[in-house]
């Protein structure tokens, strides 16, 4: 029985990041995904110099949930860097979870070092209170005074390359980072690869997961 599988993104290319090979499984089985990405994603530097336009960070978004095969999308309209854990975003979520009767969700990382993974996972926590299956991804390489500790793994084996494709959709922050992107799902897939026995995993971290998986 097809599933109904919910990805939330706090911007444009996070899902892809850091669950995108699972993604892609998830569609090939038939099961119905929504991505549900809280910003526009564009945003400024410090001085306040535009670093990635709207238009942009939309266009590269659209291409690469394509090439993932997300056809529903739907974008709200919350100010990267600026997003807070509260009940306007709590409610924004709840309202996809029920209208989409989603029962597995795939949300960001609540230890994140980006402010905005963190609340966004805070809030969707909340939200998808009731939903059985909840599995968090990590979006970055960045470390805190936490670390990501995955104990469930997806073999992403067969899907990696659409995946890295997905990700490389996203060319003017992949430009900027200087292929950081791509090292780092490069090095991370092939560790929890490892981890799991397999060539390349993606690897979550566990609200709640119902058996069987």
Request: with cysteine.
């Amino acid at each position: 029985m097809a599933r109904n599988i919910l990805a939330i993104g706090p911007h444009f290319d996070d899902i892809e990041l850091g669950a995108g090979g699972t993604i892609i499984q998830h569609i090939k089985k038939g099961d119905n995904v929504t991505a549900l990405i809280i910003s526009p994603s564009d945003y400024s530097d410090a001085n306040g110099k535009a670093i990635r336009a709207k238009d942009t960070a939309v266009k590269e978004g659209k291409k690469a949930m394509d090439i993932l095969g997300v056809k529903n999308i739907i974008t709200l309209d919350f100010k990267t860097f600026h997003i807070q854990d509260n009940e306007e975003l709590v409610t924004a979520i709840l309202r996809v979870i029920e209208k989409e009767k989603i029962d597995f969700a795939y949300i960001s990382w609540h230890a994140d070092v980006h402010r905005d993974h963190r609340n966004v996972s805070k809030a969707a926590i909340m939200a998808a209170r009731h939903v059985p299956n909840v599995l968090m991804y990590c979006i970055n390489w960045y470390e805190s005074f936490d670390s990501f500790k995955p104990r469930i793994f997806s073999d992403i084996s067969s899907t990696y390359e659409q995946k890295k494709q997905a990700v490389n959709a996203h060319s003017s922050e992949v430009k900027r980072t200087n292929n950081t992107w791509i090292k780092f799902i490069d090095s991370a897939s092939n560790y929890y690869g490892l981890k799991a026995g397999v060539e390349r995993a993606e690897g979550f971290e566990v609200i709640r997961l119902k058996y069987p998986f």
